[in-house]
């Protein structure tokens, strides 16, 4: 039955009227429009409803709303405002790392999540990091590519950053 | 020639829209009193529909409407109807849908109509749908003396018989495929809605051919096609998949019942079992040599599973078995068998993957018997120019020797090591294999506009798949002699851009590019035609490009904007049209990959470490895009090579009909890729392109099969080669 459910999302409060059983995925797509985490599988196989839950990669077609409440929910739409992209985005983009676009979102999420803990990742880091997620159009290896440019530039950023 | 804009490596234009979730794909649409359908799927492989109740579902809440297969004009023989007519033909088959308030309001209201279905003998197998006496799916058969024959494709070139009899050895062999899914993640979604003061249907689909969908619906629902509108949304990974109609004519049919518009976006277990996968195939070939390894005869005997409908692709199986190479005579009898399995559509490549997997690992045990190194074997039969393709037109380029030995000289090939591997029950082993593909034109269309500011529209009815609206940009760029930046591209639907075919075959770069590139060259001759008054000259005198326009031998010059504002001021607008059918020759590309691979001797489990893939692209135009394209289709071979197959059980339905135990490469798998892009820019395509997105899924399962039997001397002639079928053929573990 629909009870009064706040959520926390991109760092906005919702209070909204959901079943607990409600899957995130629903809850973001329908109740709160935020359409840029996609669908794929509904089974929690190919990783493209990937959303972060306290800053860990979780498929939200497989989480029940009622287990989200309470803690910080981070969509794609939460990465960057409106207009800009976050590095990590620019680095998809320049790397050659999107074709389709439908795997994108949950697969920049699932790195931002690697790279939040693993500032520099190793390759193995990156792929199992990666394994969840599945990619039909790249082969992954210009995915992995982003990622690791991405490292090496914002870990220097941050080497630059520590010296100050 | 220099470019300035083709051949250059820019991230795709699309891809800010991708990163951020902003692309809206059909499940992000939601429409104004929109409601909701449910298809109810049959649990037989094979049965007669005897009786279809729909009352009870009727008056359930929030139901709309209900259709069953007499709601559709009668498919007819060998038409797929949307909905089962009379019987079904596969586990999956619709056979009624339903439109509701909500979701799950639709969902039980399809479990709540009743069929009686009459089971009938399920064909399982392509071998046992071809005896004489067995059950037929469809009551014809092309073939007099078997039953369940879709489609016959027979070549034949010189006389087999006689080149076998003059071999010095002949190799005889039999490979088999297995049925796959395509493995697009976004499932098939299709919306409708019909205006009511009109009649007139909007169909929003992921789909990729909005053209063939419109005449295809048109004939389904009886309606001209002036009254549907037919919208191509962006779509989430297709190859192949999303060709044919799929719930299309449900939700069209729904929405006209019930006045408003109806979503219905499939479950991933519906698209692994009823939305057109690839095919299994068994493929009987057989050899002829000459001492010196040069290739003679080549008969084959193949067998394309086509499921419950017509649709394999055993022409195109048939036109390719002969891979890259010189054959003096052929004798190529290729069958299209019905079966109950889901109906089979199209797949990346469509039969070349089969075709090159059996041949080229034919070739590997020709070249392992006859000692003969396997790249040299490749080199000495590749096809040289005007050399027989494609059942009977000239090779247009000598180009397929460069490949093998691009691919040979990159992997180092000469100084390869393969064997155990110390300390481990590894053994590394390497393959090589090649192959070839055709990509026709096709029905290609584009409009440019030139703006009065000096930009550019592009505007085509192709579906933008990954890269190929970059590449228009970068072709109009180039044409016009203006950064990219300045040129916007636009995928019109059925009413608002010209006809276009789908986006298969390789086709939209190689055949709507050089539609694009003509329509650029239209607009420059229109501002040519303004500007020759202006500049007083003629107006083939006047240039157009590196950001001016200028008379040929005039000092006076105006930049591109001021010339774009002079014509469309003085013309009332420059709007550049091509249009074209075909490009002569078709492109042909040839692909050559080099496995390495290692294999554990005790488990079975391969691993690939490095793939090397050599292709002939005639020319690159986004060469960041190009590797994409190829590294995305070498994968996608990998699984097929290794680890992807639908199995069924024995009452004829798929049991893992989904990606849980669909195993696609995950980036676990994923070797390191080398590409190596062959540009002889001879091509008839613009500026020398050729078709770039399926020749390099074509060799690999090959070079993975060629490269485990190096490791460990067992050759698989079934794919995938999963852990149990290579410790079977290693003698480790005991046939069934």
């Known amino acids: 039955m629909p009870e009064t459910l706040q959520f926390d999302v991109n760092g906005q409060l919702h209070e909204l009227a959901a079943s607990p059983t409600a899957r995130l995925v629903d809850v973001l797509r329908n109740h709160l429009n935020l359409t840029g985490t996609k669908e794929g599988c509904g089974t929690g196989q190919c990783g493209a409803c990937t959303v972060l839950l306290d800053g860990r990669p979780v498929t939200s077609c497989m989480v029940f709303a009622g287990d989200a409440v309470g803690r910080k929910i981070t969509t794609i739409e939460g990465l960057a405002p409106p207009g800009k992209l976050h590095p990590l985005q620019q680095a998809f983009v320049d790397h050659g790392a999107v074709q389709c676009g439908f795997c994108t979102p949950g697969m920049i999420l699932t790195a931002k999540a690697l790279l939040d803990e693993h500032p520099s990742p190793t390759d193995e880091q990156i792929r199992h990091a990666l394994a969840g997620n599945l990619c039909r159009c790249t082969g992954y290896r210009k995915i992995h590519d982003a990622i690791k440019a991405y490292a090496r530039s914002s870990g220097g950023r941050r080497k630059r950053g520590g010296k100050r | ?736």
Request: hydrophobic share 40%; glycine share 10%; charged share 20%.
């Open chain 2, 1 to 736: 020639m220099t470019f300035t804009a083709v051949g250059k490596r820019i991230p795709l234009l699309d891809a800010p829209g991708k990163v951020t979730g902003s692309t809206q794909f059909g499940a992000d649409i939601k429409l104004p009193n929109m409601v909701f359908a449910a298809v109810l799927r049959s649990p037989h492989a094979h049965a007669r529909i005897v009786r279809v109740r729909t009352d009870r579902a009727e008056k359930m809440p929030g139901v709309l409407a209900v259709i069953t297969g007499k709601d559709f004009a009668p498919a007819g023989g060998e038409g797929v109807p949307p909905l089962a007519q009379e019987k079904v033909r596969y586990c999956g088959e619709a056979v009624a849908a339903v439109a509701a308030e909500r979701i799950s309001q639709a969902v039980a209201a399809a479990e709540a109509i009743e069929v009686e279905y009459a089971p009938l003998p399920v064909v399982a197998d392509v071998r046992d749908a071809i005896k004489r006496g067995a059950p037929r799916v469809h009551a014809e058969s092309e073939d007099k003396t078997m039953p369940n024959i879709a489609d016959v494709a027979t070549i034949k070139r010189g006389s087999v018989a006689k080149g076998l009899a003059a071999s010095y050895r002949v190799f005889e062999s039999t490979f088999e495929t297995p049925w796959v899914h395509q493995g697009f993640l976004e499932p098939h979604v299709s919306l409708a809605s019909i205006d009511p003061g009109n009649g007139r249907i909007t169909i929003w689909t992921s789909t990729q051919a909005q053209f063939n969908q419109r005449s295809e619906l048109a004939r389904i629902l009886g309606l001209p096609m002036s009254r549907l509108r037919v919208i191509g949304l962006p779509v989430g990974g297709a190859f192949g998949g999303k060709n044919a109609l799929c719930v299309e004519p449900m939700v069209a049919e729904l929405a006209r019942r019930c006045g408003r518009p109806v979503k219905l976006v499939v479950s991933n277990k519906d698209d692994f079992k009823a939305t057109r996968p690839c095919g299994a195939a068994v493929m009987e070939l057989k050899a002829g040599v000459k001492r010196d390894g040069t290739f003679v005869a080549l008969h084959a005997r193949l067998l394309f599973d086509t499921g419950a409908y017509p649709g394999a692709q055993n022409g195109n199986g048939a036109s390719l078995v002969q891979g890259p190479y010189r054959w003096a005579h052929l004798d190529i009898r290729s069958y299209s068998v019905y079966t109950n399995k889901p109906s089979a559509g199209a797949r990346r490549a469509l039969a070349a993957p089969h075709v090159h997997f059996a041949i080229e690992s034919l070739l590997d045990m020709i070249a392992a018997e006859l000692k003969v190194d396997p790249v040299r074997l490749r080199l000495k039969n590749a096809l040289r120019a005007g050399d027989p393709v494609l059942g009977g037109m000239g090779m247009p380029f000598t180009v397929a020797a460069k490949v093998v030995s691009a691919a040979a000289e990159r992997a180092n090939w000469s100084s390869r090591k393969s064997g155990p591997v110390k300390g481990t029950s590894n053994s590394r082993g390497w393959g090589i294999a090649a192959g070839h593909w055709a990509t026709w034109a096709g029905g290609s269309s584009a409009t440019v506009s030139v703006n009065e500011d000096g930009t550019v529209s592009v505007l085509t009815g192709a579906i933008n798949l990954t890269g190929s609206h970059t590449s228009f940009a970068q072709i109009a760029a180039e044409s016009f002699g203006i950064p990219v930046s300045r040129v916007s591209v636009y995928q019109g639907d059925t009413d608002t851009a010209p006809r276009n075919d789908g986006s298969w075959n390789s086709r939209i770069t190689f055949g709507v590019g050089e539609a694009v590139r003509r329509a650029c060259e239209d607009a420059k001759r229109q501002m040519a035609e303004v500007l020759a008054e202006e500049f007083g000259a003629r107006p083939e005198r006047i240039e157009i490009g590196g950001g001016f326009a200028r008379a040929a031998k005039g000092a006076k010059k105006l930049t591109f904007a001021e010339a774009a504002d002079r014509a469309t001021d003085y013309r009332g607008a420059i709007v550049g049209r091509a249009a074209l059918s075909d490009l002569d020759p078709p492109s042909i590309p040839v692909s050559a990959q080099v496995a390495e691979v290692e294999v554990d001797r005790e488990t079975g489990q391969v691993r690939v470490l490095r793939l090397v893939c050599a292709q002939d692209v005639g020319l690159a135009i986004n060469p960041m895009s190009v590797e994409g394209q190829i590294e995305g289709s070498a994968s996608h071979g990998i699984g097929y090579a290794l680890s992807e197959e639908y199995v069924f059980g024995s009452d004829g339905c798929l049991l893992n009909d989904g990606f849980r135990d669909f195993r696609m490469p995950t980036a676990l798998d994923h070797p390191e890729f080398d590409v190596v892009l062959i540009e002889d820019r001879k091509d008839s395509g613009p500026y020398g392109a050729k078709g770039v997105g399926e020749p390099g899924l074509i060799p690999t399962a090959a070079a993975i099969a060629n490269a485990i039997y190096d490791a460990v001397g067992a050759r698989c002639r079934q794919l995938p080669i999963t852990p149990e079928r290579l410790l079977r053929e290693m003698g480790r573990v005991s046939r069934r």
